[in-house]
């Protein structure tokens, strides 16, 4: 064997091919894809570059369950669930045979201490936990001044990185039968708890959607920060079997300023290469898509990346190029799928944006950007990423992409593509995906945040959408309805309970029903 090795994950493992590190021990390619030689191997490989964004590659996911076959007459069943109910509670409509519970409610379900569950439930993750329950860690994207919020998260002592801020966590635990809910705090004192991303390790990584410094908007410390929270540790220790690792692991909250001070909405993590792949909603101008490489020797694991010095590791943006070996701005310039994209990775000058914001840092013409840049998947061996609408301010108007990077190839390929919305206000269309989650029943589960009716929605191999649900939570009017996001759809572990939130007031909702896997539909090189 020769060359450096890194561990990821107490395995030993050689750079990937092509790789070398570098004095201070991070991963950099000896040579970048530069934008002649990813033209070069498109033009040799030009079917099969066409074919990346349309075989059944989200089929592929772990755990999915194969396409289901045609019956002895060639029938395939139809797509989807059926029709959205309405709900004579007036909450989540869903197709026949789908039920829900409430598992949160802001206001309403209190914590463990008393306190009332806080408000704007956003991304969350779900855990095995003790004696057959389940874990949720659920954000709750709480922006500005305590003041500002009737149910802000509790500042439990110990756990608290700003006093003035009102964001944070709770973990949530549920019964196998889910007749019981406890909830406690996991971090306080943080700010726009937005999405965020499950750790190989069994960790959450919750980001903060905010630019905001000490002195801005009542804040004592700097914010726009990762941090890392373990769902085993429970403020009582009562949690049996919990490892001794988390064992007061989120005691006093330290931010990962390795992975940069932006605007952050989710991240990812490569189990092989140790990785991390983060998104940023911003814009003026629109945000970045970052990976950030980590130091030589570096060992992932439970309260290590807290351990990190603030500038380990190489955070980068990306510079995309076409088959052409033309630099592509912005993402939305694809308007098919399938579309593929060559990526080389740019050194971010400083990542705590001291002075300049991380996005503003590049000139025109260095890195790739993209509008509303959100949730993040890992799967298939790389990142599923979400583009939600762009109009005006991007080049190409959508209302909403899926991308997938593949690390390997160093590619981004366009799965998913939602074509403008000309009546939101209407049930049937679909626009503005956010969080998102790749489905053990093949393919992936979207929430909606865009304009009008808000959807969970499914989309398959091939880009084919069908509804999950629809929030019937009215918070406007008769005249003139408004309907809250859906935020933090994932899976339970064992794949029975599809759990989503809806984000105002803040609900958790669990979803029971027939699931199964979506039918193959054939593209025409899969018929003989």
Request: glycine share 12%.
């Amino acid at each position: 064997m020769t060359g450096p090795v890194q561990l990821v994950f107490g395995l030993a493992r050689k750079p990937d091919p092509g790789t070398s590190a570098d004095r201070s021990g991070h991963q950099e390619m000896k040579m970048p894809l530069t934008r002649r030689d990813f033209a070069k191997q498109s033009a040799y490989t030009s079917a099969g570059v066409a074919l990346v964004g349309t075989v059944g590659v989200l089929a592929t996911a772990p755990g999915a369950i194969a396409a289901e076959a045609a019956d002895e007459r060639g029938h395939r069943p139809p797509l989807g669930y059926g029709p959205l109910l309405p709900d004579p509670k007036g909450l989540l409509a869903l197709p026949a045979g789908f039920t829900y519970r409430v598992i949160t409610r802001s206001g309403e379900t209190t914590l463990e201490s008393g306190e009332p569950t806080p408000s704007n439930h956003d991304g969350t993750a779900t855990f095995d936990g003790p004696r057959g329950t389940t874990l949720l860690v659920n954000n709750h994207e709480l922006s500005g001044p305590r003041s500002k919020w009737p149910h802000p998260v509790p500042l439990v002592e110990g756990l608290v990185y700003d006093p003035a801020a009102s964001g944070g966590c709770t973990i949530v635990e549920v019964s196998r039968h889910g007749d019981h809910v406890s909830e406690w705090v996991g971090i306080a004192g943080t700010a726009t708890n937005c999405a965020g991303g499950r750790t190989p390790w069994g960790t959450w990584l919750t980001c903060e959607e905010t630019e905001e410094k000490a002195g801005q908007n009542g804040m004592t410390k700097d914010h726009g920060y990762v941090f890392e929270v373990d769902p085993y540790d429970h403020p009582r220790g009562h949690h049996a079997g919990a490892a001794a690792e988390s064992a007061a692991a989120n005691r006093n909250p330290k931010p990962i300023k390795a992975l940069g001070r932006y605007a952050h909405e989710a991240v990812v993590v490569d189990p092989r290469r140790g990785d991390l792949y983060l998104t940023e909603d911003a814009d003026k101008p629109n945000g970045l898509f970052y990976r950030w490489v980590p130091p030589h020797g570096f060992h992932h694991g439970r309260n290590k990346l807290r351990r990190l010095a603030d500038d380990a590791g190489v955070l980068q943006a990306p510079q995309c190029y076409d088959s052409g070996g033309r630099f592509v701005d912005d993402l939305s310039r694809a308007r098919k799928v399938g579309t593929v994209y060559g990526v080389d990775w740019i050194d971010v000058p400083d990542r705590d944006a001291k002075d300049v914001p991380v996005r503003k840092q590049f000139k025109d013409g260095r890195v790739t950007r993209a509008r509303k840049l959100e949730g993040m998947w890992w799967a298939d061996g790389g990142a599923y990423i979400v583009a939600s609408f762009a109009r005006n301010e991007s080049p190409v108007a959508h209302d909403g992409q899926v991308w997938f990077y593949n690390p390997r190839r160093r590619t981004l390929t366009l799965k998913v593509l939602l074509g403008v919305n000309q009546d939101p206000a209407k049930d049937g269309a679909f626009d503005g995906p956010d969080n998102i989650t790749v489905s053990p029943y093949g393919g992936l589960i979207i929430a909606e945040d865009g304009d009008g009716i808000q959807h969970l929605f499914g989309a398959t191999d091939k880009g084919e959408t069908y509804p999950i649900a629809r929030n019937e939570l009215n918070a406007g009017t008769a005249d003139k309805p408004s309907y809250s996001e859906f935020t933090g759809v994932v899976f339970s572990p064992d794949g029975d309970t599809l759990y989503a939130n809806i984000q105002v007031p803040g609900i958790m909702l669990a979803i029971t029903g027939p699931w199964r896997r979506q039918p193959h539909r054939p593209h025409q090189h899969d018929r003989g």
